[in-house]
């Protein structure tokens, strides 16, 4: 009887360790004899019948790690410090474990290749202003690589863009030199606008005689308005030019006199 209760007590204890309990999130790639199963197991309790059977567990959710900074040199000669963040996710548990031997290892390596060669082709100025393109070519490319592992990078950034102190000088005096010339446009601008308004008003006064005379009675009211002890009366440019003009004939009668 005690072999028998001891046998029991042995194939208990054997089948208690042969249940395995798997998350949501995880799924279990069953390999018996070496054969990998057609399908992973999971979630909730399997079997796994030791030494027949050996479980690899494989994480569903979506992984994120960092891309170390690496020293890139653009198409325009300008050297900069660059790193990124990568996310990916397992959609085939199966391929992930017997396609490669570390699916975020080599996924890594790939991603430090593909950033200094795809960084290497862009200028400066278009990594600064179209990231996002930059950022989806990446994807597509480590994504290719990643297909047949059956891993899926979801998507690419570009984190951290590190420049020379000569070129962030440089880039702050282009900057200024940019604002400056905008100023100097836009006052322009208003200075031509404003010409243009006085040419029309001035075209329009001189339409109509009398408003000359409204405007200067316009002007001494809102002058009147204020209590000082100044009064201003306007004389119109065309009686200065009358009295221009008289003295003009007056100095010519005088010399054609003192000649006769």
């Known amino acids: 009887m005690v072999p028998i209760a001891v046998a029991v007590v042995i194939f208990v204890l054997y089948v208690i360790n042969s249940i395995k309990i798997l998350n949501e999130y995880e799924r279990g790639v069953i390999f018996r004899l070496g054969r990998v199963r057609k399908e992973a197991k999971g979630p909730g309790i399997i079997l796994v019948f030791a030494p027949v059977d050996r479980m690899a567990r494989i994480d569903l959710r979506q992984i994120a790690f960092d891309v170390p900074p690496q020293d890139i040199i653009t198409r325009d000669n300008v050297t900069l410090k660059v790193n990124a963040v990568i996310f990916l996710r397992v959609i085939d548990p199966t391929r992930a474990v017997i396609e490669v031997t570390n699916y975020q290892y080599q996924t890594q390596q790939f991603a430090l290749t593909t ?7 862009v200028e400066l100025d278009e990594l600064l202003a179209h990231r996002d393109k930059i950022n989806l070519r990446l994807q597509t ?3 290719t690589h ?3 592992w059956g891993v899926k990078v979801t998507n690419v950034e570009v984190k951290q863009v590190d420049l020379p102190e000569g070129m962030m000088r440089a880039m702050a005096k282009q900057a200024e030199a940019e604002r400056e010339k905008r100023s100097k446009i836009i006052h322009a601008e208003g200075e031509f606008s404003a010409a243009q ?3 029309d008003a001035a075209h329009l006064l001189s339409s109509e005689p009398a408003s000359i005379q409204l405007r200067y009675l316009q002007t ?9 002890t100044t009064v201003i009366f306007p004389v119109p440019v065309d009686i200065l030019g009358g009295i221009q003009k008289l003295l003009n004939v007056e100095a010519k009668s005088l010399e054609q006199e003192k000649k006769a």
Do not use: Y
Not at 115 to 121: A, D, N, Y
Not at 220 to 228: A, D, F, P, S
């Open 115 to 121: 950033l200094r060669s795809v960084l290497g082709e």
């Open 141 to 143: 490319i480590l994504d």
């Open 146 to 148: 990643t297909s047949p």
């Open 197 to 199: 308004r006085l040419v």
């Open 220 to 228: 001494l009211t809102e002058i009147g308005v204020e209590k000082n």
